[in-house]
Nanobody, 117 residues
Framework: QVQLVESGGGLVQAGGSLRLSCAAS????????MGWYRQAPGKRLDLVAR???????NYADSVKGRFTISRDNAKNTVYLQMNSLNSEDTGVYYC???????????WGQGTQVTVSS
């Protein structure tokens, strides 16, 4: 099992920045991909960004050039630096980790990001 704890959400004005953190514990040796997903009010859960254990990344088109995902394997932590935020970035952000062996997905409890215009 993998436990994920997110932090860093909050209220920010449009154009501002936030950094989310997600600390993993438990069977961390099994983790390959880690990522961030978000769910806007009344919408489905969508991928924001993800990163493999070797550092390969991919992003949703809507956040390319504004968000940066990074990973500190020594600290078992993944970060999401969010710049130039706009109201469409509002939602609950969930950290995700996927096992390299079983492909099981693990989720954090979510952190709220609210961008005011």
């Amino acid at each position: 099992q993998v436990q994920l704890v997110e932090s860093g959400g909050g209220l920010v004005q449009a154009g501002g920045s936030l950094r989310l953190s997600c600390a993993a514990s438990g069977s961390i040796f099994s983790i390959n991909v880690m990522g961030w997903y978000r769910q806007a009010p009344g919408k489905r859960l969508d991928l924001v960004a993800r990163i493999t254990s070797s550092g390969s990344t991919n992003y949703a088109d809507s956040v390319k050039g504004r968000f940066t995902i990074s990973r500190d394997n020594a600290k078992n932590t993944v970060y999401l630096q969010m710049n130039s935020l706009n109201s469409e970035d509002t939602g609950v952000y969930y950290c995700n980790a996927q096992s390299r062996t079983t492909l099981a997905n693990f989720w954090g409890q979510g952190t709220q990001v609210t961008v005011s215009s």
